[in-house]
C-alpha cells in the first residue's frame, strides 16, 4: 500500500502565482517524520523541510510555507508568488518508526511559465 | 562544504554487463542509503549502511544487486548481469547520525541505461 499520496500529478502556473502542493500519508506509528524534497531538472534531490509528528506548528520560510494536519494525515506546501526556479518535481516523504529509510510519494511536477 | 557525490553521472551498459556505481557520502557522515528511482516514480529505498554495517538490504531487487561500504566512508553499489528493467536513475544519499529521522542529503544520481 502506498504510504505516502501525492495525488496532483503536475501542476502549471504563471509567474506569481501561489501554488499548493497535496500530500496525504498513513502509517500506524505515533511517532514519525515527514520530508519535502525538490528534484530540480538537474537530478539532485534538495532538502526543503523535516517534520515530526509532535510538532503540529505550521512553518514558513521566505516564499515557502507548509501546512500540517494530523487529523487529516496531510502535510501540504505551499509556494507563494511562485518563480520560473521553482519548477522542478516536488516529493513528499515518510519516515516511521524504528524505520531508517524514507518512503517516496510519486511527486509533483511543478511548471512555472513566465 | 561538499555535497554527497556519484560517479558516474551515466552509464551505459549492454544486457549482461555487471556494472559498479560509486557513492561519496559528506564527510562525518555516519549513514549512507541507496535508492532507485524508475522514470516518473519516487525514489525507491534499496539498501542502508551505518559506518560498514549493512543494516538494512531489504530493498534490494534480486541477488543481481550488491551494494559494499567496507571503511565506513565510500559506497558502490554493483549490479551483475544487467537486464533492461534495471534502467532507472540510482541515487545515494547520507545523514550526519544514526537516528531513524536524521534528515538524508542527496547526491545528484547515477543514470543507468542498459541495452
Known amino acids: 500500500a502506498q504510504k505516502v499520496t501525492q495525488a496532483q500529478t503536475e501542476i502549471s502556473v504563471v509567474e506569481k502565482e501561489d501554488v499548493t502542493l497535496d500530500c496525504v500519508y498513513e502509517?500506524?506509528?505515533?511517532?514519525?517524520?515527514l520530508f519535502w524534497y525538490k528534484q530540480p531538472p538537474s537530478g539532485e534531490l534538495v532538502f526543503l523541510i523535516r517534520?515530526?509528528?509532535?510538532?503540529?506548528q505550521n512553518e514558513i520560510s521566505g516564499r515557502y510555507s507548509w501546512n500540517f494536519q494530523k487529523s487529516t494525515s496531510s502535510f501540504n506546501f505551499t509556494i507563494t508568488a511562485s518563480q520560473v526556479v521553482d519548477s522542478a518535481v516536488y516529493f513528499c516523504a515518510l519516515s516511521e518508526g524504528d524505520d531508517y529509510k524514507l518512503s517516496f510519494g510519486a511527486g509533483t511536477t511543478v511548471t512555472v511559465r513566465a | 562544504g561538499a555535497g554527497v557525490s556519484q560517479s558516474p553521472r551515466y552509464k551505459v551498459a549492454k544486457r549482461g554487463q555487471d556494472v559498479a556505481l560509486r557513492c561519496d557520502p559528506i564527510?562525518?557522515?555516519?549513514?549512507l542509503f541507496w535508492y532507485q528511482q524508475a522514470l516518473g516514480q519516487g525514489p525507491e529505498f534499496l539498501t542502508y549502511f551505518q559506518n560498514e554495517a549493512q543494516l538494512d538490504k531489504s530493498g534490494l531487487p534480486s541477488d543481481r544487486f550488491f551494494a559494499e561500504r567496507p571503511e565506513g566512508s565510500v559506497s558502490t553499489l554493483k549490479i551483475q548481469r544487467t537486464q533492461q528493467e534495471d534502467s532507472a536513475v540510482y541515487l545515494c544519499?547520507?545523514?550526519?547520525?544514526?537516528?531513524?529521522?536524521?534528515?538524508?542529503?542527496f547526491g545528484p544520481g547515477t543514470r543507468l541505461l542498459v541495452l
Open positions: 544519499a547520507s545523514s550526519l547520525d544514526e537516528g531513524q529521522y536524521a534528515t538524508q542529503y
Open positions: 564527510s562525518g557522515h555516519v549513514s
Open positions: 517534520r515530526n509528528s509532535f510538532d503540529e
Open positions: 502509517t500506524r506509528d505515533t511517532t514519525y517524520y
